[in-house]
């Protein structure tokens, strides 16, 4: 009878080997999925000590060992959607599921109807959010409300400018008048946001007022703001414009300018439209003076209307950032990576998820790409780490296992039956 429990200890271990290499075979197409298998071992019945035959033990069959899991990289594929993120490398990505929390590496994210970033099976991504477009140093499921970017009024500007050295001084007798073009030698414009995101043309104004050979040339500043008032007026039209000095830039005979002379703040006006009175630092800095066309060389500003959210995009540190109808970009939050002592003591609990055990160790979590974490890589997921070809040959060899046993079996029971036949 040993022979059958044998030959049956064969049958049940190449029947699990069939199930663990169905179940990989299945999963080919599973994004993040991670495969297994079968670890067998030998089995011997237990002699009492000073009782096994000295010429040594015929076993009793086979059993499996442990299902081992695979957590080798999959290959990285690119899509369409900018919430699928890929882990190339270790670590998983943690959810609040149902208010437990798993981990898993199918990265196919997209916006439940209450903002939370989600996975097909509605787990809640669990990250770092963010406060006022800055990382907090919190964790929790990560939720997109910023669905609109309030807008941020003008402060500050840096206008690289040339000033040709080769143009004529205006006459100190004819005063400065944006509209006497003969009053100053060159104008450029530069759009600026108030404190309600309203748009305005800032014109500036640049007027040589001397020139010599031993200090340099010396050009007057003034600026010119679209609908605004100056500020000593008690109200202006929408279409009025307030007018002022900026200050006066020195140059020295090589055509560079002071470092006394770059930096001015316009003011003394107010906005036609109620927003917040205005001042803004114009920082000249990078400006020069050859004798080469009136031009700007580079021209920076901050503020911005008002802006809708249009896409979201991921880095490969995690950090997720919404991008907004006004070119405006604003941290979201941050993907974290959690990683283990052990991944191989993991749970599966379904749904492409794992659970933390004793065996796996406590959850290290961190930001990817640093302490030995993956990178994340957007507009991608992570393929099954099936490799369809060695899980067909196993299928075959498992195949022949199961068959092998059930031959020894037939024989097993033909040998019984010659015996009755006694």
């Known amino acids: 009878m040993s022979t059958f429990q044998t030959a049956l200890s064969g049958l049940q271990a190449a029947s699990t080997n069939l199930q663990v290499l169905g ?3 299945a999963n080919a197409s599973t994004v993040g999925f991670k495969a297994s298998n079968a670890q067998f071992a030998d089995a011997y019945a237990a002699a ?11 076993g009793i069959g086979t059993q499996v060992a442990s299902i081992a899991q695979q957590f080798s990289q999959g290959n990285i594929q690119t899509t369409n959607n900018p919430l699928d993120v890929a882990v190339n490398g270790a670590g998983f990505f943690q959810f609040n599921y149902n208010g437990a929390t798993v981990y898993g590496r199918n990265g196919q994210f997209h916006l439940d109807s209450n903002g939370f970033i989600v996975d097909s099976s509605g787990g809640k991504l669990v990250g770092m959010p963010a406060s006022s477009g800055a990382i907090s140093s919190g964790s929790g499921p990560l939720q997109v409300l910023a669905n609109v970017l309030a807008p941020s009024g003008t402060s500050k500007v840096n206008l690289g400018v ?9 006459p100190s007798g004819v005063a400065f008048d944006p509209t006497n073009p003969a009053s100053y030698n060159y104008s450029t414009v530069t759009t600026v946001y108030d404190s309600l995101g309203e748009s305005h043309l800032m014109t500036t104004y640049y007027r040589e007022s001397s020139a010599t050979s031993t200090s340099g040339q010396s050009w007057n500043a003034y600026f010119s703001m679209a609908g605004a008032y100056p500020s000593t007026a008690t109200s202006g039209s929408a279409t009025s414009s307030a007018t002022g000095s900026i200050g006066t830039l020195s140059f020295d005979t090589n055509g560079t300018l002071s470092p006394a002379s770059s930096g001015f703040v316009v003011s003394g006006y107010s906005w036609s439209d109620g927003a917040t009175s205005g001042a803004i630092a114009v920082n000249y800095t990078g400006s020069t003076n050859y004798a ?14 008002i802006g809708q959210l249009s896409n979201i995009s991921v880095s490969a540190d995690g950090t997720v950032f919404g991008v907004y109808s006004n070119g405006q970009s604003w941290t979201l939050g941050r993907i974290t990576l959690t990683n283990f002592a052990n991944p191989q003591g993991l749970q599966r609990a379904g749904n492409n998820y794992f659970v933390a055990t004793s065996n796996s160790g406590q ?7 640093a302490n030995g974490l993956g990178t994340l890589q957007s507009n991608a997921v992570e393929a099954s780490n099936v490799d369809l070809s060695t899980q067909l040959v196993s299928l075959i060899v498992a195949q022949q296992a199961y068959q092998a046993n059930s031959q020894t079996i037939k024989t097993e029971n033909q040998v019984v039956q010659t015996l009755l036949a006694l």
């Open 23 to 25: 179940n990989n075979i």
């Open 48 to 58: 009492v000590a000073g009782s096994a035959p000295s010429n040594g033990q015929v």
């Open 162 to 170: 040339n000033l040709n050295a080769s143009d004529t001084a205006v």
């Open 292 to 305: 080469a066309t009136d031009g700007v060389n580079t021209v920076q500003a901050d503020g911005y209307g």
């Open 363 to 369: 959850p290290v979590t961190g930001t990817p790409s």
